[in-house]
């Protein structure tokens, strides 16, 4: 049972770790001594390959502030039935992350997106908050019908 | 399902009409013999596999257009001269002529859209998408002075593109609408008899239709027609359906032509790389010389 | 009970080499009445490979340390539930009074989370571990037999070594847009997606489309919307100067097998250090309605002792393979450029004024 269990854990722990080496340097482009947690509403929205960027607006002391915040692939969203319609504009965001490293860009990496009561946004089709993971028999992925 | 003959018949007829319009002239269609006729799959349809490219200047400009020293230009002491940026391009930066490819020859902006199209000129060198290698869209990708590749199969019809590695499949039936823009689009055909016809939607609105500036929206949808002609031709026609931007639909017209060297291959122009100095080059540690 | 289990790996073993040993039946048309002919064929009577594919799975490319060939099935399914949990634990809701995440990271690892990564909703990396002959996978490379590429050659590590200097020596990894990696700069997917050999890459995207016709078979990997084109039946290669990404492939069918040859590799494109002589060979085999067996092999003995690879089951899928304009989009590698000059500025400014 336990080597089973050592198996299975070094089975995850290797896959972890090939993972973090496959993408690219996730340190390169934010500054790990720049956190940042920003509260607004979404202004824009980029639904770009290789990464997602939402525009959110902010409020610092009497001004306003434009920030772009930097989410993974929309392919990933669209095979689970989302789209861009799915967060409308307007929409209250809290993102917490690290800014980029060139200061002057008001950009951060969205480590955590949640609307404003916590539930992370992007979530599953059918809305139980949890992604496809094929045990939710009443989500579906939208199929284009045909090839 | 059609037969050969009848496919023949058509073929001969739609380049009969053709060559009275002056239009995609092929000449000995009369003649078409075993060897120069439609191919065909086993389920009866016009076999489009293979290598085609247009053979045309619609790339610089869709219209008519003569020829001019640059695609950039500058006022110069006598006549305007060709841009800074281009000057040292010589001859090879010049813009050939081209008798254009819109029929009518007219691209019916609405006022807004054809101020757009001004300033798109003006500032030419920075708002040509490809100039960054940026993917072409729909219909620009078909006549690139670069080849593409049809894959044809009785499940899948896809297109391969030199240009900067573009891709469409096709889909054979319709998916609805596209559940996000893209460059190249969501297609969808169908036969009708012995055309096959596209239908596109769901671009976004960064593609333009050459280096002259035509541009669009993102509620632009297209409807393509490819007839083949003969076995080395095919009569290619784009349907422009764009309200924010145009007052009418409009058609393009222009045949393709069939690689027919035994060695030709879809060549690679993996472009991304070789605009890096252009698109990057402000944040080398040194800046090149 | 130790004795019984290295006993049982040492059979599966056997079991495992006399497969990888098996060569496929060469040069055989179809015969009409074997199993065979349940499955979709082309007009010409050659297998379909055509439809949406993918190969995101949970087993790794190399075999974790210690870890049999296979595991049971039992030990499969722990695997599968485990990220299954995760994947929920990370779906659950914040905290929406969460201050700012820690000065210098908060030490997680992957994708979700830290800095630079983002939600774990972004990633579909796969939730099976990869089955082949019924066989639950610890690995996708078995051959060698322990999973594991073979060693360099005197010439492989004598270039690995060239490569580490010139690494060190030509200045700061973010100097020039041609130090970043391919992925970065959108020349290439991250891992070998488009490959050969076309692995997955354990985040998301590992999506292809195959369409096979007469002369050709395509291949389309979704990042970077990479177009292999096959030419079947080709009797020669380029010449070795020319070197296209993806290099050059030649295929053939050997009895229900495509089996691909690619050589002339782009100078860019280096698999794991591979040299410029590096020859794939590929082995697609649909064993059934929703599975092809992808067998890789790597043939470059300037840089590895022995010829090595795999073997990649690839899912039938009816998702969409979706447009991954991914350089209309790079916003990242300006920010990774303009990030690092910013710090430089900095820390020279810093320097300036004590």
């Known amino acids: ?147 | 399902m059609r037969s050969a003959l009848g496919g023949l018949i058509a073929g001969m007829l739609s380049g009969a009409v053709l060559m009275s319009l002056g239009i995609g002239a092929e000449p000995g269609l009369a003649q078409q013999s075993a060897a120069t006729a439609i191919p065909r799959t086993a389920a009866g349809r016009p076999d489009l596999n293979g290598l085609w490219q247009a053979l045309n200047t619609a790339n610089y400009d869709i219209q008519a257009h003569t020829a001019r020293p640059a695609m950039a230009m500058r006022p110069g002491p006598v006549v305007p001269i060709p841009a800074r940026d281009v000057i040292a391009l010589g001859a090879i930066g010049a813009v050939p002529s081209g008798t254009g490819v819109v029929v009518g020859d007219e691209l019916p902006y609405l006022p807004e859209a054809l101020a757009q199209k001004k300033k798109n000129q003006e500032s030419w060198l920075t708002l040509d998408p490809e100039i960054k290698c940026y993917l072409p869209g729909v219909p620009r990708a078909n006549y690139m002075p670069f080849p593409f590749q049809i894959f044809q199969s009785d499940t899948a019809f896809f297109m391969a593109y030199e240009y900067a590695g573009a891709v469409r499949n096709v889909f054979l039936s319709n998916p609805g609408p596209a559940p996000v823009d893209s460059w190249m689009g969501q297609s969808w055909g169908r036969w009708d008899g012995d055309t096959f016809v596209v239908e596109s939607s769901g671009f976004n609105d960064q593609t333009w239709f050459d280096r002259s500036g035509n541009h669009h929206s993102e509620q632009m949808t297209v409807v393509e027609r490819y007839t083949m002609t003969d076995r080395d031709h095919i009569q290619y026609e784009a349907t422009i359906t764009d309200p924010k931007v145009f007052s009418r639909p409009w058609t393009m017209r222009m045949p393709l032509y069939r690689h027919v060297n035994a060695e030709a291959r879809l060549g690679q122009f993996k472009c991304v790389e070789f605009v890096e100095e252009l698109m990057f080059g402000q944040y080398r540690k040194v800046p090149a010389r | 009970m130790l004795h019984r289990c290295t006993r049982a790996i040492r059979a599966l073993l056997v079991v495992l080499a006399t497969g990888w040993a098996l060569t496929p039946a060469s040069g055989q048309a179809p015969s009409p009445g074997t199993a065979a002919t349940t499955l979709p064929r082309t007009a010409d009577g050659r297998p379909d490979l055509q439809g949406t594919w993918s190969n995101a799975t949970i087993t790794p490319i190399d075999r974790p340390e210690g870890a049999p060939p296979v595991y049971t099935e039992a030990q499969a399914r722990r695997l599968e539930r485990g990220y299954a949990d995760r994947v929920e634990r990370l779906a659950q809701p914040s905290d929406p009074n969460r201050t700012a995440p820690p000065q210098g990271g908060d030490g997680s690892t992957g994708a979700a989370g830290n800095v630079g990564g983002y939600n774990n909703f972004w990633v579909d990396p796969g939730d099976r571990v990869a089955v082949v002959n019924g066989q639950y996978r610890t690995s996708l490379i078995v051959d060698p037999p322990n999973g594991r590429v073979p060693a360099l050659t005197d010439a492989g590590r004598r270039k690995a070594a060239a490569r580490a200097e010139q690494f060190r020596t030509r200045g700061g990894e973010y100097d020039h847009p041609e130090f970043r990696p391919l992925a970065e700069r959108c020349l290439m997917s991250f891992g070998s997606n488009a490959g050969p050999p076309m692995l997955p890459n354990y985040f998301y995207n590992n999506n292809y489309q195959i369409v096979q016709t007469k002369d050709h078979v395509m291949i389309l990997a979704e990042m970077v919307h990479d177009v292999r084109i096959i030419r079947m039946n080709a009797t020669a290669h380029p010449p070795a100067h020319i070197r296209p990404w993806m290099g050059d492939s030649i295929g053939r069918w050997e009895g229900d097998t495509l089996v691909v040859e690619t050589t002339n590799f782009h100078p860019l494109q280096v698999f794991r250090g591979a040299s410029d002589t590096l020859k794939v060979i590929e082995r697609f085999t649909r064993v059934d309605a929703d599975t092809i067996v992808y067998r890789f092999t790597i043939d470059d003995l300037d840089t590895w002792v022995a010829p090595w690879g795999g073997e990649v089951p690839f899912r039938r899928t009816d998702e969409q393979v979706f447009e991954y304009a991914c350089h209309e989009g790079n916003y990242a590698l300006a920010n990774i450029l303009s990030g690092a000059r910013a710090q430089e500025r900095e820390a020279a400014t810093k320097k300036q004024n004590r």
């Open chain 1, 1 to 147: 049972m336990r080597r089973t269990m050592l198996l299975v854990c070094a089975g995850v722990l290797a896959v972890a770790g090939v993972r973090v080496a496959a993408h690219h340097a996730f340190g390169a482009e934010f500054d790990p001594n720049a956190p940042v947690r920003l509260q607004g509403k979404i202004v824009r929205l980029e639904w770009v390959n290789p990464h997602t960027w939402i525009h959110m607006e902010i409020t610092k002391g009497d001004a306003k502030e434009v920030w772009a915040v930097e989410g993974g692939t929309p392919n990933t969203l669209l095979r689970r039935g989302l789209t861009r319609d799915t967060l409308t504009i307007g929409t209250e965001i809290i993102v917490d992350g690290y800014q980029t490293k060139d200061h002057s860009l008001k950009r951060a990496n969205g480590r955590d997106v949640t609307f404003t009561d916590g539930r992370k946004i992007f979530m599953g089709s059918s809305g139980t908050g949890a992604p496809r993971d094929g045990r939710d028999p009443t989500e579906t992925t939208k199929k284009p019908g045909g090839r």
